[in-house]
């Protein structure tokens, strides 16, 4: 069982930063791959950003490339989003997931565990 709790979300204009981080229990964070993802009012749950289980390999949606970095300190247990260069269309509830498999994945079906989300608002 693992527990995960986002942090660090809030409210920043638009061109601005914000970094999210993810705390989650258990000895064997480190066995799992993470992810990110975001669901914005009226939308579906989309896939942001994800990182394998030793934190060696990353994977973004194209409508983040560049702006958002992901990273992991498996000695802290925690997950990371860098947030840079904020759009108004980046508003959304961010969600971090954790997957047993040791990849990245993008597909949500793939994540067996949820943190109870943190709001991003980017105001123009």
């Known amino acids: 069982q693992v527990q995960l709790v986002e942090s660090g979300g809030g409210l920043v204009q638009a061109g601005g930063s914000l970094r999210l981080s993810c705390a989650a229990s258990?000895?064997?964070?480190?066995?799992?791959?993470m992810g990110w993802f975001r669901q914005a009012p009226g939308k579906e749950r989309e896939f942001v950003a994800a990182?394998?289980?030793?934190?060696?390999?990353?994977y973004y949606a194209d409508s983040v490339k560049g702006r958002f970095t992901i990273g992991r300190a498996n000695a802290k247990n925690t997950v990371y989003l860098r947030m840079n260069s904020l759009k108004p269309e980046d508003t959304a509830v961010y969600y971090c997931?954790?997957?047993?498999?040791?990849?990245?994945?993008?597909?949500?079906?793939?994540?067996?565990?949820w943190g109870q989300g943190t709001q991003v608002t980017v105001s123009s």
């Open positions: 997931a954790a997957s047993s498999g040791s990849s990245w994945y993008i597909s949500a079906r793939r994540y067996d565990y």
């Open positions: 258990g000895r064997t964070f480190s066995s799992y791959a």
């Open positions: 990182i394998n289980w030793s934190g060696g390999s990353t």
